[in-house]
Nanobody, 123 residues
Framework: VQLQASGGGLVQAGNSLRLSCAAS????????VGWFRQAPGQVREFVAM????????KYADSVRGRFTISKDNNKNTVYLQMTSLKPEDTAIYYC?????????????????WGQGTLVTVSS
């Protein structure tokens, strides 16, 4: 399975953006999927994750209530809807996947990674 992240861009603070993570070469239906981000000069951090069946979602405190992760197994795609964006949300966003049904918050738990998409939020 290969992952392709897309949807990044330049937006003004307060606006919204939707990222997509599309899987090819296999099915997403048995994979938990997470979004991570890395701001300039910072370590990569957990943003959100969704379980293989879309039944449970988890969020970092910094985005809870503003970001929503969802999963469409029919389209082999996971989305990250970002609203009320802030300049501190500026980062490269990566999607990642791991085979299994648990909750995964750490980079080392994921074995499949997309290439990243840049989100820039201007003030």
């Amino acid at each position: 399975v290969q992952l392709q992240a897309s949807g990044g861009g330049l937006v003004q603070a307060g606006n919204s953006l939707r990222l997509s993570c599309a899987a090819s070469g296999g099915t997403f239906s048995h994979y938990g999927v997470g979004w991570f981000r890395q701001a300039p000069g910072q370590v990569r951090e957990f943003v959100a994750m969704i379980t293989y069946n879309g039944g449970t979602t988890k969020y970092a405190d910094s985005v809870r209530g503003r970001f929503t992760i969802s999963k469409d197994n029919n389209k082999n795609t996971v989305y990250l809807q970002m609203t009320s964006l802030k300049p501190e949300d500026t980062a490269i966003y990566y999607c990642a996947a791991v085979y299994g049904g648990s909750y995964y918050y750490h980079e080392y738990e994921y074995n499949l990674w997309g290439q990243g998409t840049l989100v820039t939020v201007s003030s």
